[in-house]
């Protein structure tokens, strides 16, 4: 079970999907989920591997205290996740399916905070899915943090969400580096 917020827009996504198939950046109206737009982001997809910002909302620009827009995504997480989160990127968009992963927002000198960040693919103008539509969701209290910058993403768990008409979960179990990735 995941944060409202997080299953709002998964049930946003899904609902783009016509045909069966993965969403395109024309059907996704923000104005559909003003109050969420300052954790959302939006990523590019420039070549296997890199995943440059396109848009970052208020919260997720405040939480890393820059702008974002052309950062490769991958580089706000711990060196040592960031294989884990670019094979599930890739999974996620050759499948065509969402994915929601568990982490800790961390910042020098204060505890960890938990947040789930979701990324759902999306098509562009020429029918590729070069695209994620995301969203950073806390769930504990980011007071935390004491106004501190994160300092990387790790993770804890990710969680492919199936495609936009799956009805009942598959069975499914893939690995790296014995840490679970969908």
Known sequence: MFHPSTQRLIDYW?????NDAVPTRASVNP???????????????DGTGRYPVRLAGGFVTDLHARDLRGEDALGLWALSHRLEVKSA????????EPMVVTADIRAVGVPSVGMEVLFAPM????GQTDRFLGLYQPV??????MGRPASELGVREIRSLGPANEES??????????????
């Open 123 to 126: 098509t562009g103008m020429d």
């Open 31 to 45: 104005g559909d989920f003003l109050d969420l737009l300052p954790q959302i982001f939006i990523l590019g997809r």
């Open 89 to 96: 990127l890739e999974v996620a968009r050759r499948r065509g």
């Open 140 to 145: 504990a209290m980011i007071q935390r943090l």
């Open 14 to 18: 899904r609902g783009r999907a016509v």
């Open 169 to 182: 979960p598959r069975l499914r179990l893939a690995t790296l580096h014995g840490r679970r990735i969908a």
